[in-house]
Each structure stands twice: as structure tokens, then as C-alpha cells.
């Protein structure tokens, strides 16, 4: 399976600022997600990032608080924008192989005080 | 709608015993995946096994299985042999090929397994 690292692993942001989570993974993949997930809770898909085109939200997620490049096949980066405590997450990318299975990044933590 | 279930917030287990944590899922697609995945509390998501809807065994990978039962729409994971770094979370998720394969994940089971 493929190699993913993430970049920070974690952070403490204050509130109004942005942050910007990078993926890279140590080969070419198709697909990449970007997952959220709050404290306690499970994992919500926030978008899917394909290479050359814009990513596709899923509902309750929108571009301007969260946009996504993918410049190439082996990285992507989200970015959390404006933020406030409500987004205090662990954020977490993964990608597929061409396959049904994902593998996942080792996440990001991200605390807004 | 899609859904994933996962009834048992938390589990424990003697070391060296078997232990099952259910799932249950719906869908009205006839192919799908199901998956179960491992999360430490170091946060990182560890693939675990994998299940066909078309599948006519069950999956096994090691120490793990997964007791697919098509007809009651239940992947429950079996773990033999517990060890103490089993204990984490454990997520059942499902995948669908509509379009792109996302998956929706269910709420979790945190196993403690005992000394």
C-alpha cells in the first residue's frame, strides 16, 4: 500500500486564522479524500480531490472554508480557513489505489482557541 | 439512504480470548465494500480487511475475519486471539461505486482488552 505523510501533524491556531494541511503520498494515485473528524466523533467525508479538476464537496462542506488543491498525483492540500473553535478536528486524507480500499495518512490535529 | 450501525459504543476483552464487534449496514446498491478499519489513539485510520458485496467467503487476514452475512445486511469483525494493542477504536465503513467509491463510516467501537 501506499506511503502517506501529512504535514503539520498537528497544530494550535487561534481564531480568524487559516491553516493549510499538505498530503503527499510516495506514489501516483488517482483519487484522494479529505475526511474531518471532530472529537468523539466518526469520520466525515469532506471532499474528494481529483488532479485537474476542482474538488467535489460533499454537502455541509463549501470551497471557501475549505479549499483543496491537487497540483499532481502524489500531493494535495486542504486548508482550513477562517477558523474557530468548532474546528478543532483531526483532519486526515487518504487515497485509493485504483481499488475499493483506502489508505489513510497518519491525520493532522488541529486545536482553535 | 446509506447507513452504517455500530451498536456498541465500548467493548472489553480478556487478553488471549476472541472478541466481535458488530456492524450492520443498508444500502439499496448491489455492489458495495465493507471495510473495518483500526484507530490507535496516536489518530492515524490502519485498514484492517476488506469485504465484497460478491464475495462468497468471508475475509480473513490473520488474526482478523469478517463475518459477512449478506441477508441480514451484517459484517461483523472478529478478532481471535486478543492481544493488548487491540485496544482502540474500531470503525465499520462502506463503499459505494456511485461515481466516485466514498465511504460512509459508522460511529465506532472503543475495545479494551484486558490483562
Known amino acids: 500500500s501506499a506511503v502517506i505523510s501529512q504535514k503539520p501533524s498537528r497544530d494550535i491556531c487561534q481564531r480568524g486564522t487559516s491553516l493549510t494541511i499538505q498530503c503527499q503520498v510516495d506514489?501516483?494515485?488517482?483519487?484522494m479524500f479529505w475526511y474531518r473528524q471532530q472529537p468523539g466523533q466518526s469520520l466525515t467525508l469532506i471532499a474528494t480531490?481529483?488532479?485537474?479538476?476542482?474538488?467535489?464537496?460533499e454537502s455541509g462542506f463549501v470551497i471557501d472554508k475549505f479549499p483543496i488543491s491537487r497540483p499532481n498525483l502524489t500531493f494535495s492540500t486542504l486548508t482550513v480557513s477562517n477558523m474557530s473553535p468548532e474546528d478543532s478536528s483531526i483532519y486526515l486524507c487518504?487515497?485509493?489505489?485504483?481499488?475499493?480500499?483506502?489508505?489513510f495518512g497518519p491525520g493532522t490535529r488541529l486545536l482553535v482557541l | 439512504a446509506q447507513k452504517i450501525t455500530q451498536t456498541q459504543p465500548g467493548m472489553f476483552v480478556q487478553e488471549k480470548e476472541a472478541v466481535t464487534l458488530d456492524c450492520t449496514y443498508d444500502?439499496?446498491?448491489?455492489?458495495?465494500?465493507l471495510f473495518w478499519y483500526k484507530q490507535p489513539s496516536s489518530g492515524e485510520m490502519i485498514f484492517l480487511i476488506y469485504?465484497?458485496?460478491?464475495?462468497?467467503q468471508n475475509a480473513t487476514e490473520g488474526r482478523y475475519s469478517l463475518n459477512f452475512q449478506k441477508a441480514r445486511k451484517s459484517a461483523n469483525l472478529v478478532i481471535s486471539a486478543s492481544q493488548l494493542g487491540d485496544s482502540a477504536m474500531y470503525f465499520c465503513?462502506?463503499?459505494?461505486?456511485?461515481?466516485?467509491?466514498?465511504?460512509?463510516f459508522g460511529t465506532g467501537t472503543r475495545l479494551k482488552v484486558l490483562a
Open positions: 444500502t439499496s446498491d448491489p455492489s458495495y465494500g
Open positions: 469485504q465484497g458485496s460478491y464475495d462468497q
Open positions: 465503513a462502506m463503499g459505494t461505486p456511485s461515481g466516485t467509491y466514498k465511504y460512509i
Open positions: 487518504s487515497v485509493d489505489q485504483g481499488g475499493e480500499t483506502q489508505y
Open positions: 506514489s501516483q494515485v488517482t483519487m
Open positions: 480531490a481529483n488532479q485537474g479538476s476542482e474538488a467535489t464537496y
